[in-house]
T-cell receptor, first 110, second 113 residues
């Protein structure tokens, strides 16, 4: 079974600072997904990374994938309060089954 | 309404009750999923339907019974649940069962007393 680990689980950061969330997965996967979940709301798709070395950016968020290291990162640049949410990564196995991490709860402090 | 919708949004039921959760997607997708989200645990995939056919059942207890009458609708029938079944139940859909991005509904917050 594919296991996905995120760290940190909780992150409190000041506005304007940079930080990275890490997502490690246990076995071969060439597809990695990042989602955002606001309290009481659904998961919103952020990025889909489909190949080794893939990098995608949207606003202050940038995601990358290293399939050899089995690692994806979500980098936050100059954080703002609106980015406060829980961020999930998910890896898909060859059977197209998604395995989610436990999530990183991000709080951006003014 | 667009996207993936779920009803009810909140549900409280006793252990002897029978209830159903409903999911509807307006995206023209062919694959639909049920997930369970418990506190401090990763999302757990419960069931997968692709073109109305069940393709995955991740060792889910029989007190959870899915139904997919067509590609747009997915139900989760609940009976004789246990308190540990209390969780957020999320429905998702994707274009095909090929690892494409899954789009999630808002979830049903279930409390079993």
């Amino acid at each position: 079974e594919l296991k996905v680990e995120q760290n940190p689980l909780f992150l409190s950061m000041q506005e304007g600072k940079n930080y990275t969330i890490y997502c490690n997965y246990s076995t071969t996967s060439d597809r990695l997904y990042w989602y955002r979940q606001d309290p009481g709301k659904s998961l919103e798709s952020l990025f889909v990374l489909l190949s080794n070395g893939a990098v995608k950016q949207e606003g202050r968020l940038m995601a990358s994938l290293d399939t050899k290291a089995r690692l994806s990162t979500l980098h936050i640049t100059a954080a703002v309060h609106d980015l406060s949410a829980t961020y999930f990564c998910a890896a898909a196995n060859t059977g197209n089954q998604f395995y989610f991490g436990t999530g990183t709860s991000l709080t951006v402090i003014p | 309404e667009t996207g993936v919708t779920q009803t009810p949004r909140h549900l409280v039921m006793g252990m002897t009750n029978k209830k159903s959760l409903k999911c509807e997607q307006h995206l023209g997708h062919n694959a639909m999923y049920w997930y369970k989200q418990s506190a401090k645990k990763p999302l757990e995939l419960m069931f997968v339907y692709n073109f109305k056919e069940q393709t995955e059942n991740n060792s889910v207890p029989s007190r959870f019974s899915p139904e997919c009458p067509n590609s747009s609708h997915l139900f989760l029938h609940l009976h004789t649940l246990q308190p540990e079944d209390s969780a957020l139940y999320l429905c998702a859909s994707s274009k095909e069962r090929t690892g494409e991005t899954q789009y999630f509904g808002p979830g049903t917050r279930l409390l079993v007393l």
